[in-house]
């Protein structure tokens, strides 16, 4: 039986795809490769489409017997969610409405889903707990939401089975150098940092020091792509075991600073990192850490990866053999 990945050729897809095909499972994968790249894929069979597309849905639903999707395809950038919430509707709430209604059809009935902590907006209390309030803060976590609504009423009306996994900031690279994060345009804080630190960018412009934490700059919870890619195995792996329905934080439960990651990339590049202070960043919460209390009790996850100064050089050493990422 082989296992259907939606958007694997994407950052945390091409990661998952690569630890399915270390463990020798089959592995079919769906990208319309509007954002991914396809020299991402160090296994499986590729079907070049879109969610959205029924015939080449039905296509990679007869021609592989699927028994269970690991679903990453995806719109994910919050800012541009505010500018076009319509984009992020029709293609993230849309585009798996068009897959939930294949899986039944096909009598697929399980689902491993790549959610975020955009889910929670401005948090209650740190850490935060899958019981914690959901209000998301903008219309890229709100379509998240949405889905993993959707796929509570498909589990109630027809057993479609899923566990969404709520992933705090991903960061890092595979071991293997061959694949790593590259999106364009970049908007994530450590790519960012290390393009600075290549000289590819003139400085790193800090979003805000005047949040109410110690040194003023936001506080995030950093987990090494890597560790995300071991979740989505352990998750499938639970369904196929019978699991229930679920919801899962995934983070290293520690949280670092703006300015702590400026620092610690100092440290791991041994180059100068030039900052400029800026305003705020709209939408972004002070504070997000994961309580990942479950994830590590009910799929025995440990994100042995997430430290953050091996996140930082791992990522490093991508970006200094890959500066132009996927583009050579
Ligand atoms: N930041 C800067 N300068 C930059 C880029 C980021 O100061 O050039 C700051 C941001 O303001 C934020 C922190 O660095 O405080 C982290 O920003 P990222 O853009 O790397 O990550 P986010 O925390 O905004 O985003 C992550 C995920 C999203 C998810 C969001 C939930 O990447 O997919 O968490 O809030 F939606």
Not at 113 to 135: K, L, N, Q
Not at 162 to 175: P, Q, V
Not at 234 to 259: C, E, I, M, T
Not at 271 to 294: K, N
Request: hydrophobic share 40%; with cysteine.
């Amino acid at each position: 039986m082989a296992v259907l990945v939606t958007g694997g050729a994407g950052y945390i897809g091409s990661h998952t795809v690569a630890a399915l095909h270390e463990r020798g499972e089959e592995i079919i994968i769906l990208d319309n490769l509007q954002q991914g790249h396809k020299e991402a894929l160090l296994g499986g069979k590729l079907y070049v489409g879109d969610l959205r597309d029924n015939d080449i849905l039905d296509k990679v639903f007869t021609e592989n017997e699927i028994d269970a999707v690991i679903h990453f395809a995806a719109n994910s950038l919050v800012g541009e969610s505010m500018k076009n919430p319509g984009k992020y509707y029709n293609n993230n709430v849309f585009g798996t409405l068009c897959l939930l209604e294949k899986m039944n059809e096909y009598n697929v009935k399980k689902i491993v889903f790549s959610s975020t902590a955009a889910t929670y907006g401005e948090p209650e209390s740190v850490p935060i707990d899958e019981y914690d309030r959901t209000t998301p803060t903008n219309a890229y976590g709100e379509t998240k939401l949405a889905m993993e609504k959707m796929m509570k009423w498909f589990d109630v009306a027809y057993g479609v089975k899923y566990i969404s996994l709520r992933y705090f900031n991903a960061a890092g690279a595979h071991d293997s150098g061959k694949i790593g994060e590259a999106h364009d345009p970049e908007t994530h804080l450590i790519p960012i940092v290390l393009e600075a630190a290549l000289g590819k960018r003139p400085h790193i412009s800090v979003f805000g020091d005047d949040y109410a934490t110690e040194d003023g700059t936001c506080i995030r919870d950093y987990i090494h792509v890597s560790d995300l890619a071991d979740a989505h195995l352990r998750a499938v792996d639970a369904l196929r075991k019978g699991s229930d329905s679920a919801v899962y934080n995934l983070g290293s439960s520690h949280g670092f600073s703006v300015k702590e990651v400026i620092d610690i990339a100092r440290e791991v590049t041994g180059r100068e990192i030039p900052v400029v202070m800026e305003q705020r960043r709209a939408g972004d919460p002070a504070v997000l850490v994961a309580s990942s209390t479950r994830a590590r009790e009910e799929l025995g996850w440990s994100p042995d990866r997430s430290n953050l100064k091996e996140i930082i050089a791992s990522a490093w050493s991508w970006h200094v053999n890959h500066p132009n990422g996927y583009n050579e």
